[in-house]
């Protein structure tokens, strides 16, 4: 345990000298930025509006910015995992590191803690500066942010735990870019799945459902989305907007099989990824 916390820490430490977080302060502090000008536009145009229909497009605009927030995650994570690995075995540190008496698998937890804790850190500064924004300008706060941030944190996991596979096979770079070509493509299977459902379509709402379950991002981000929504409002005015209106609403929360097979899937690909690095020669 105590290599793996030592690991983890040194992890944190090469992640915050690495340039890549100065791209990730940035693209936050400029959605960030964006975000508050456009809360403060929408509040003008809130009096033409209900207090109901104010709360419904205050929380669908938020889960817009949210997603761009998780996007901005997974870049990060995903292009941080990669290097951590497969840029130490290119160079040869990992070479010198395991040298000495110390397993690879406690080396490999170390950098996944350290990296968990990076990406949770970077979701929970983020979500809470944007959730003060939204409240200052529309007085709108999601009903269960600690929740909607989990989920989030949770999703970063997965996308950096896939990541941290791929490294222990392929090249730091090519690494990073098939995780968020995935996160993408998981996505967009399941908007797909969401306008099959919304036709009625079993075949191709079924896309969706098969991408949720073999990347959970997706599903782990609608239910951030349901988090973050007005759960009375919707019941008022989200009918149409559930329906085919919107794809920033969530009709339900997560199940709990759905978060134990997200559980099951990290422990999964870790512990592959845990196998690969062990073979892989130095």
């Known amino acids: 345990m105590t290599t793996v916390l030592t690991v983890a820490s040194l992890t944190l430490q090469e992640a915050a000298r690495r340039r890549v977080l100065l791209a990730l302060a940035a693209m936050t502090l400029a959605l960030l930025t ?7 536009r929408l509040d003008a145009e809130f009096a033409t509006l209900t207090s109901g229909e104010a709360r ?18 997974a870049l990060g994570t995903a292009f941080l995992a990669g290097p951590t690995l497969a840029g130490e075995i290119e160079s040869g540190a990992a070479l010198a590191v395991l040298a000495r008496p110390i397993r690879r698998s406690a080396v490999l937890a170390g950098k996944w803690l350290g990296l968990v804790a990076f990406g949770g850190g970077f979701v929970a500064m983020a979500g809470l500066t944007q959730f003060v924004i939204v409240w200052v300008t529309v007085d709108y706060w999601p009903p269960q942010p600690l929740a909607g941030l989990a989920l989030l944190a949770a999703q970063t ?14 090249s730091p770079m090519a690494s990073g870019i098939v995780a968020v070509g995935l996160f993408g493509t998981t996505w967009i299977a399941g908007v797909v799945g969401w306008v099959g459902q919304t036709l009625g379509n079993a075949g191709v709402a079924r896309v969706g459902t098969v991408s949720q379950m073999l990347l959970p991002t997706d599903g782990l981000w609608r239910g951030a989305m349901h988090a973050f929504q007005d759960p009375a409002v ?12 919107s794809p920033f609403l969530s009709a339900a929360p997560l199940t709990t099989a759905y978060l134990a097979w997200t559980g099951l899937w990290v422990v999964l690909v870790l512990g592959l990824a845990a196998v690969a690095f062990q073979r892989r020669d130095l």
């Not at 964006?34 to 403060?40: D, E, I, Q, T």
Request: hydrophobic residues 60%; without cysteine.
């Open 157 to 170: 996991t997965v996308l950096l735990t896939l990541g941290l596979l791929l490294s222990t096979v392929i």
């Open 34 to 40: 964006l975000s508050a000008w456009g809360f403060s």
């Open 234 to 245: 919707l019941t008022q005015f989200g009918g149409p907007a559930l329906q085919g209106g």
């Open 56 to 73: 419904l497009a205050a929380a669908q605009v938020l889960n817009l910015v949210m997603f761009g927030l998780s996007l901005i995650a």
